[in-house]
């Protein structure tokens, strides 16, 4: 039976960390840092969310796809992102 890493629960430093490295590190990175859990850092992130505007990430984890196809040399073609036109169930009456 594998047994689960269990983290430690996080402290008003690590909120302090989580605030000022958000933008420039993953929440990967930072759960590894700080030795908690992903987790931990998603729900530190949501909870200073609803008190201050925390600014949008400026590193996102690369794409695993395009970084394979970047090395292999094998040019990428260009995806035209179109509106979905789905309907489900019945079409509304307009009067």
Known sequence: MVQRKRSRPYTADDVAFVHENYAQMTASEIAEHLGISKFQVSKIVSELRK?????????????????????????????????????????????
Do not use: M
């Not at 505007?53 to 590193?59: A, F, G, N, Q, S």
């Not at 395009?66 to 090395?71: G, R």
């Open 51 to 95: 008190y201050i505007d925390l600014p949008k990430k400026t590193v996102r984890r690369p794409n695993p796809i395009l970084v394979y196809l970047e090395e292999k040399g094998i040019p990428i073609k260009k995806v035209i992102k179109t509106k979905a036109t789905t309907s489900r169930g019945k079409k509304k009456k307009t009067s």
